[in-house]
């Protein structure tokens, strides 16, 4: 036990977060100091401050194939959430569209907003999913109508990786004349993301999953598509995001676009090779294992695995004893006994749902680090098997 | 680690004898659920979790929350609602030590490659020097002592038991935790049981029973009706307030019928009784004794443990006789025999 305090730490938890590029430390070090001034302000002070603000405007939107005026800066994922779903629901307002579609394995920060508006009038109306958690078209053809707002569908899934079938969706929420917005918190920075071949309107980003600064993100609004202002005050981001912007943080997050534009093909390739080695090793190497979700398309990154006959918390505690970081499911809702919405809503049932782990690879994991993985991993779901037997109900 | 300063002192001392720590909190119920509101649950409260977990990083330990909810639901909330029905009243602390702390988990921990749980309640474990067992004891501060809710542990869980508090006064831990720029050193005591915070236990038993909620009649010893009541869930043996009667000289609980959902009242001198039936008998030492033996028998936790004579009987059950009359004899509680600070065993009152 506790070997972790003298040998090496191995984080294996990228999708809730990951370190910062030391480039993005340094920009945002550097943007503390020398860009004292307010982005809005007229003299030379304010005026190098908006052109980094500019600078790093353009990155994020080279990184998803956008125009740098469709970027709205927000204080991250959840934010830019809530901007897309609240905002599509105040243009609505009035109108004869009065419903909000979206999935039953979105985020907690899509699902709990549109919950919010479900009290306020707006009807909520959520997408099963598959077995291996992909949303069927034909399952959001079934449900729209002219009655539908918005659709919001996940580009990748956070807990299991795999990615949905968004320019289908998003024709068919066009069709009906909706707005279609994506949650892809998960996906950008990781995958080559283009908002024009996804055919989406909205789409949210967060820049502490892909090297950023936490505390960071953007929510990229199409050219023309009306939404209301999430925060209201001063005449910031085009009038859709008053107050004054976390400049440090967001030179930190164009440089982390910039950064991960030019090396997402490469580390997608070296990712997606470790992360199947991973997975690989372990299906063969620890018995009752199985992968949940579907093995693709799937974020290079991400693989969630369960164990028979474990309690996934304990694993989970001796993995960290041992050095090694991983998750069981969204760092959200961790400490609570509720199974995993995702894996539920995908049909498996709480003994599995509450014996999976969730590997999620990043830019400091080498080959090392999965070999470590399978010099502890074995042992210690054999050890819990004998000593504490799961009480983990059928 | 609840977040109090026992449990806080306790992992301090652990840390600082060389062994490797890790800090468990457990989680044991939904705050949610009752009265309480919009809290998160836990062992006591999202606050005292958060000091935990303070408390850990200060002694430089790993501190994980291990989710116990639903054994605590099926081990220790479903006895104490079942056991109120049954006109007894319970003890959950015991309940929860022995079959979930040095249960559920004491394998959790083993699990992942402990080899003891230490705890912050205030009692001792030893071993006797002739026979080599181990021997539950006392904590050293008396005002404090816990070992009344740790009597149905056996040899092998206190092999595995550690209580570092055990050794000191409450106000020595105060002093530790001082020294040690513990946050916590001066939070107040616990003294609810903790999954009823408002100490409503009427009304959680309703929740989660509303059967229990069943009105009866207030009888005298003759069976003489003097009133109505809203649940035998109400009242314990040696209750005088809630009785909704007036009367010249003061009226107690005297017994509670579960089938009749009879409440029998009387005066102060009907609760003294100078025997109880014990079942569920725990001896310490692994076996009962050969015949009777003297004790002091403590029958609630405040109770100053009385003299009598306990007499083992078959099926683990046991026969106290205490020299003097006792009042308020709780069936439901626990007697726990003690020969100076030593626990011979105990059991639950019949």
Redesign the interface.
């Known amino acids: 036990?506790?070997r972790s305090l003298r040998g090496m730490r191995i984080y294996l938890d990228h999708n809730a977060t990951t370190p910062p590029h030391p480039e993005v430390v340094e920009a945002v070090a550097r943007a503390m100091t020398d860009l004292v001034g307010n982005p809005s302000s007229v003299h030379e002070f304010g005026q190098t401050a908006r052109a980094a603000l500019d600078q790093a405007r353009a990155e994020v939107a080279a990184l998803i194939g956008g125009a740098p005026a469709e970027v709205v800066f927000t204080a991250g994922g959840t934010e830019a959430n809530n901007f897309a779903i609240r905002g599509a629901a105040a243009a609505a307002e009035g109108s004869e569209r009065t419903e909000i579609v979206t999935t039953t394995i979105e985020h907690e920060s899509v699902l709990n907003t549109v919950r919010a508006l479900g009290r306020r009038n707006w009807t909520m109306t959520l997408l099963p999913v598959d077995e291996s958690g992909i949303v069927e078209p034909s399952a959001l053809e079934r449900v729209i109508s002219n009655r539908s707002a918005l659709v919001s569908v996940m580009h990748a899934n956070n807990e299991i990786g795999t990615m949905q079938p968004l320019e289908a969706l998003s024709r068919i929420a066009h069709a009906h004349g909706a707005l279609m917005h994506t949650d892809a918190v998960q996906s950008a920075g990781k995958v080559p993301v283009a908002v024009h071949d996804l055919g989406v309107d909205l789409l949210s980003m967060s820049g502490h999953k892909f090297y950023g600064p936490k505390g960071t993100g953007a929510l990229w609004i199409r050219r023309g598509t009306r939404l209301g202002p999430l925060l209201t005050g001063g005449r910031q981001e085009r009038n859709r995001r008053a107050g004054t912007e976390n400049l440090p943080g967001l030179v930190g997050l164009g440089v982390a676009a910039a950064l991960a534009a030019r090396r997402i093909e490469a580390e997608t390739a070296r990712l997606s090779a470790l992360r199947d080695a991973l997975e690989e090793g372990i299906l063969r190497q620890v018995p009752g294992t199985a992968v949940n979700g579907a093995r693709t398309p799937r974020v290079p990154n991400t693989c969630n695995i369960s164990f028979e006959r474990i309690?996934a918390?304990?694993l989970l505690?001796?993995l960290?004893?041992e050095g090694i970081a991983v998750s069981t499911g969204s760092a959200c809702s961790?400490?609570?006994?509720e199974p995993s919405h995702v894996l539920t809503a995908m049909g498996l049932g709480p003994a599995r749902a509450q014996s999976s782990l969730r590997f999620s690879l990043g830019a400091g994991n080498t080959q090392a680090h999965i070999d470590r993985v399978f010099e502890v991993l074995p042992s210690a779901v054999e050890?819990?098997r004998?000593?504490?037997?799961a009480?983990v109900?059928g | 680690m609840s977040g109090g300063v026992d449990s806080s002192v306790a992992a301090a001392l652990v840390a600082r004898s060389g062994a490797e720590a890790v800090g468990v909190s457990m989680q044991l119920y939904d705050q949610r659920e009752g009265a309480g509101g919009q809290g998160f649950g836990s062992c006591c409260t999202l606050d005292d979790l958060h000091d935990a977990r303070r408390v850990a990083r200060r002694l430089g330990i790993p501190h994980y929350i291990m989710n116990f909810e639903r054994q605590f639901e099926e081990q220790v909330i479903a006895d104490f609602v079942s056991e109120y029905g049954q006109a007894r009243t319970p003890l959950p602390c015991a309940r929860c030590n022995s079959d979930l702390k040095f249960s559920t988990l004491l394998d959790r921990a083993r699990g992942l490659g402990a080899t003891a749980i230490a705890t912050g309640h205030y009692a001792r474990v030893d071993r006797d020097a002739a026979t080599g067992a181990f021997r539950l004891r006392r904590g050293r501060d008396e005002g404090k002592d816990q070992s009344y809710f740790l009597f149905s542990l056996t040899q092998a869980q206190l092999a595995a038991a550690r209580f570092p508090v055990g050794e000191l006064t409450k106000p020595e831990v105060r002093a530790q935790a001082r020294e040690l720029d513990l946050h916590v050193a001066d939070k107040r005591d616990s003294h609810e049981i903790c999954f009823v915070p408002d100490g409503d236990y009427a009304a959680f038993v309703e929740r989660r029973s509303p059967r229990a909620a069943s009105p009866g009649e207030v009888t005298d010893a003759n069976g003489r009706v003097l009133g109505r009541h809203a649940g035998i869930h109400r009242f314990t043996v040696g209750q005088r307030k809630g009785l909704g009667l007036s009367s010249r000289e003061p009226l107690y609980v005297l017994r509670v019928e579960p089938d009749t959902r009879q409440v029998v009242v009387g005066p102060a001198a009907a609760l003294d009784r100078t025997a109880c039936a014990v079942r569920e008998v725990n001896w310490i030492a692994g076996e009962p004794p050969a015949g009777p033996v003297h004790a002091h028998v403590q029958i609630r936790h405040r109770h100053p443990a009385a003299p009598a004579v306990v007499t083992p009987l078959e099926h683990r059950c046991a026969r106290v006789e205490f020299a003097q009359p006792q009042r308020a004899i709780a069936p439901g509680q626990a007697a726990v025999f003690y020969q100076s600070d030593v626990v011979l065993g105990g059991g639950w009152i019949q």
């Not at chain 1, 004998?386 to 037997?389: D, F, M, N, T």
């Open positions: 036990m506790l309690e918390e304990s505690i001796a960290d004893l961790s400490g609570t006994l050890k819990l004998r000593l504490a037997p009480a109900a």
